[in-house]
């Protein structure tokens, strides 16, 4: 069987190699227009490099009165673990060395102040009433949270009433560098094809029936031809899916979202001082993907500080595609659906354009809002974050991703944003299972598949704590994550 797959970031280079791994027969092929994979959003300043757990983000916990619903936040908890099984995979193989190259241990903190502190204590005791959670710690005693976060606290007036909670075995997660150990397996062990500043431009059936990618390579135009599609290029996804001639075609719509952080370089010494990735809570009408961190980032050995990220409202795909791609892409059936978003979400996209003109003063406000003093620590700079494309569906805009496949099961794509990368294991998994289920049919595969992921299932790692600290610990050993004590 010929499989292209369209993006060569964390998500198709995944899928790439748990395809190959589990059906070694499989002919792959990914094209990508950058130069190198994973140098997307999948890059390491293109987001904020959260391993997502569930930890720390709010927007996972949503709270209404005195009800908090935390079923989205088991799920994530689940996938990440998921995907940390694959990561430790990849070790166990020596296809990554050191782990300190892509996963660092980092603190996942939650802080608040006054007025919404009954509701991250409320959040407290439902979490760490459940096994995910159970190393949670909460506090309001000034002195233990700047213990845990003290660039956060070292300025802050002592009778400023805050609280937070820590998860000390989180992590700091480079997807580039990730993506780059995989693509360098998948091309050299497992005999996946890369095809690097290769534009597609258009994908449609053939008369019989077989997916055809028309494409530039270098200026020139190239075809390739596939029995099965899978694509995984972000934002590009969506131009691509309108030009699939898909029944369900119609029903999606692109609207994007990007973002700045302010990034300092910092030393080994002062990363030591501050390790963690501290969340605090989103404005009213910000997008889930702006809840405001401050974040310790390992890159290739250096230690940096991230803050934001600062939302904006930018009418583009991806990386270096610029607005007339985006307005290329939209076709009249979406109008609609974009006014009807921009109508019901109209506090989203004030606020989306308000960011977008937000000066670097306003930024180191906000920075010693958040963290007193801070911004005079440190030499601080704006730097770009990634370009997302949420989903709009039927109209209605909505958060997280989706999985769409066809009906024969011949094309597949990943379409929205966060979380993202933290669990395209396991999202991938899943993508694999629905476009391709033969490969599941055989013993070898399911066994491979066993040997990747000793527990794939969510609702056993959900229900099952001893299941769930035996799979866990497993990882986490090979991933160089310690429980501390006490």
């Given at each position: 069987?010929?499989?292209?797959?369209?993006?060569?970031?964390?998500?198709?280079?995944?899928?790439?190699?748990?395809?190959?791994?589990?059906?070694?027969?499989?002919?792959?092929?990914?094209?990508?227009?950058?130069?190198?994979?994973?140098?997307?959003?999948?890059?390491?300043?293109?987001?904020?490099?959260?391993?997502?757990?569930?930890?720390?983000?709010?927007?996972?916990?949503?709270?209404?009165?005195?009800?908090?619903?935390?079923?989205?936040?088991?799920?994530?908890?689940?996938?990440?673990?998921?995907?940390?099984?694959?990561?430790?995979?990849?070790?166990?193989?020596?296809?990554?060395?050191?782990?300190?190259?892509?996963?660092?241990?980092?603190?996942?903190?939650?802080?608040?102040?006054?007025?919404?502190?009954?509701?991250?204590?409320?959040?407290?005791?439902?979490?760490?009433?459940?096994?995910?959670?159970?190393?949670?710690?909460?506090?309001?005693?000034?002195?233990?949270?700047?213990?845990?976060?003290?660039?956060?606290?070292?300025?802050?007036?002592?009778?400023?009433?805050?609280?937070?909670?820590?998860?000390?075995?989180?992590?700091?997660?480079?997807?580039?560098?990730?993506?780059?150990?995989?693509?360098?397996?998948?091309?050299?062990?497992?005999?996946?094809?890369?095809?690097?500043?290769?534009?597609?431009?258009?994908?449609?059936?053939?008369?019989?029936?077989?997916?055809?990618?028309?494409?530039?390579?270098?200026?020139?135009?190239?075809?390739?031809?596939?029995?099965?599609?899978?694509?995984?290029?972000?934002?590009?996804?969506?131009?691509?899916?309108?030009?699939?001639?898909?029944?369900?075609?119609?029903?999606?719509?692109?609207?994007?979202?990007?973002?700045?952080?302010?990034?300092?370089?910092?030393?080994?010494?002062?990363?030591?001082?501050?390790?963690?990735?501290?969340?605090?809570?989103?404005?009213?009408?910000?997008?889930?993907?702006?809840?405001?961190?401050?974040?310790?980032?390992?890159?290739?050995?250096?230690?940096?500080?991230?803050?934001?990220?600062?939302?904006?409202?930018?009418?583009?795909?991806?990386?270096?595609?610029?607005?007339?791609?985006?307005?290329?892409?939209?076709?009249?059936?979406?109008?609609?659906?974009?006014?009807?978003?921009?109508?019901?979400?109209?506090?989203?996209?004030?606020?989306?354009?308000?960011?977008?003109?937000?000066?670097?003063?306003?930024?180191?406000?906000?920075?010693?809002?958040?963290?007193?003093?801070?911004?005079?620590?440190?030499?601080?700079k704006p730097i770009q974050a990634g370009q997302r494309v949420q989903i709009i569906k039927d109209r209605g805009l909505q958060m997280?991703?989706?999985?769409?496949?066809?009906?024969?099961?011949?094309?597949?794509?990943?379409?929205?944003?966060?979380?993202?990368?933290?669990?395209?294991?396991?999202?991938?998994?899943?993508?694999?299972?629905?476009?391709?289920?033969?490969?599941?049919?055989?013993?070898?595969?399911?066994?491979?598949?066993?040997?990747?992921?000793?527990?794939?299932?969510?609702?056993?790692?959900?229900?099952?704590?001893?299941?769930?600290?035996?799979?866990?610990?497993?990882?986490?050993?090979?991933?160089?994550?310690?429980?501390?004590?006490?």
């Amino acid at each position: 069987m010929n499989v292209v797959i369209i993006g060569a970031g964390i998500m198709g280079t995944t899928f790439a190699t748990l395809a190959k791994e589990m059906a070694p027969d499989l002919d792959i092929t990914i094209l990508e227009r950058l130069d190198s994979a994973g140098a997307g959003n999948s890059s390491p300043f293109w987001n904020a490099g959260t391993g997502h757990e569930a930890n720390c983000e709010l927007n996972y916990t949503p709270v209404d009165g005195e009800t908090i619903s935390i079923e989205k936040a088991f799920k994530i908890h689940a996938q990440f673990n998921v995907a940390k099984q694959f990561w430790a995979y990849l070790m166990q193989k020596g296809v990554i060395e050191d782990p300190k190259t892509f996963i660092n241990q980092t603190k996942h903190c939650t802080i608040v102040s006054e007025p919404a502190i009954e509701k991250l204590k409320l959040r407290f005791k439902e979490m760490s009433a459940h096994h995910f959670f159970e190393h949670m710690h909460y506090s309001e005693d000034f002195d233990e949270i700047k213990s845990w976060i003290p660039y956060t606290m070292d300025e802050r007036p002592r009778d400023e009433k805050m609280a937070a909670t820590v998860i000390e075995t989180g992590t700091d997660v480079n997807f580039g560098a990730l993506t780059e150990k995989m693509a360098g397996h998948a091309e050299q062990n497992l005999g996946v094809k890369f095809e690097y500043g290769t534009h597609v431009k258009r994908v449609h059936r053939s008369p019989a029936g077989r997916w055809v990618i028309e494409a530039e390579n270098n200026g020139k135009p190239v075809q390739h031809k596939a029995d099965v599609l899978f694509v995984g290029a972000g934002g590009g996804a969506f131009p691509l899916l309108k030009k699939s001639h898909l029944p369900f075609r119609n029903r999606f719509t692109g609207f994007p979202v990007g973002g700045r952080f302010l990034q300092a370089s910092i030393t080994k010494e002062q990363a030591g001082y501050y390790s963690a990735k501290t969340y605090g809570k989103a404005k009213v009408g910000a997008p889930p993907m702006s809840v405001p961190h401050l974040d310790l980032r390992v890159v290739d050995g250096q230690h940096y500080l991230l803050f934001g990220p600062f939302a904006s409202f930018q009418p583009r795909l991806e990386k270096g595609r610029g607005f007339f791609d985006y307005l290329k892409s939209i076709r009249l059936h979406d109008i609609p659906g974009l006014l009807n978003v921009a109508l019901e979400n109209f506090s989203l996209v004030k606020y989306l354009i308000s960011e977008t003109f937000k000066g670097e003063k306003t930024m180191f406000d906000e920075l010693d809002s958040f963290a007193p003093g801070l911004s005079k620590k440190f030499d601080w700079k704006p730097i770009q974050a990634g370009q997302r494309v949420q989903i709009i569906k039927d109209r209605g805009l909505q958060m997280g991703t989706e999985i769409v496949v066809s009906k024969d099961k011949t094309y597949g794509t990943l379409l929205g944003a966060s979380p993202g990368a933290s669990v395209s294991p396991e999202v991938m998994l899943r993508c694999l299972e629905k476009l391709i289920p033969s490969i599941f049919t055989k013993e070898e595969a399911r066994n491979k598949k066993n040997e990747i992921f000793p527990e794939d299932d969510l609702d056993t790692l959900i229900n099952d704590p001893e299941r769930y600290r035996e799979v866990r610990d497993a990882a986490n050993k090979l991933l160089g994550i310690t429980q501390p004590e006490g």
